[in-house]
């Protein structure tokens, strides 16, 4: 079995890797996500508890993403099914728990590059209701390195250390947001 500091350094190449597929379209969003999932499983690489580094906390990012955006389309393929109305409602409870561990590790990650080469900023989104919630956070000397979310008190931060533009812009990766799965 690989030590942790290997399967962090296969995960970050890993992870370019698959971003590159993705930006060159030989893959789809659903195929990106799925890919994601199944390596996070090979890897076998719990999250890590207490983030002490940068490839730390985006690992944490990036398996809590995978796992929310999982259990999100888990829930929507069962959302009519009214005989699995709990495991549904359980599929949503494990989506909101992830994001909310997800911008934990962001809130580390930015802590950990002490809020340097940080640009963040309201996305334009095709989705009404997203308008105006969620944000995007590029960190310019990291490569291939964006963030979003929607946490208020992540917001805060990125208010207080004066990274955050009130203009909304569009993504840097627009057409992987404003796809849906």
């Not at 909101?96 to 802590?111: P, Q, T, V």
């Not at 944000?135 to 955050?164: A, M, P, Q, Y």
């Amino acid at each position: 079995m690989m030590e942790e500091k290997n399967k962090l350094i296969s995960f970050n190449t890993w992870r370019k890797e698959s971003i590159d597929l993705l930006t060159n379209k030989r893959i789809g969003k659903n195929e990106f996500l799925e890919k994601n999932y199944e390596y996070l499983k090979k890897l076998d690489l719990k999250p890590f508890s207490n983030i002490s580094s940068v490839m730390e906390a985006i690992y944490n990012y990036q398996y809590y993403n995978i796992m929310a955006k999982r259990s999100n389309s888990l829930a929507f393929d069962i959302h009519n099914n009214p005989k699995k109305k709990k495991y549904y409602k359980n599929l949503i409870n494990n989506r909101e728990n992830f994001y909310h561990l997800k911008d934990i590790a962001s809130l580390r990650l930015l802590e950990l590059v002490e809020y340097s080469g940080i640009e963040a900023y309201y996305i334009k989104l095709r989705s009404k209701r997203l308008t105006g919630e969620i944000f995007e956070i590029v960190l310019k000397n990291h490569d291939k390195l964006i963030l979003h979310s929607k946490s208020k008190s992540l917001l805060r931060k990125l208010v207080e250390n004066n990274c955050f533009d009130s203009e909304i812009k569009e993504s840097k990766i627009d057409s992987y947001v404003n796809k849906s799965y």
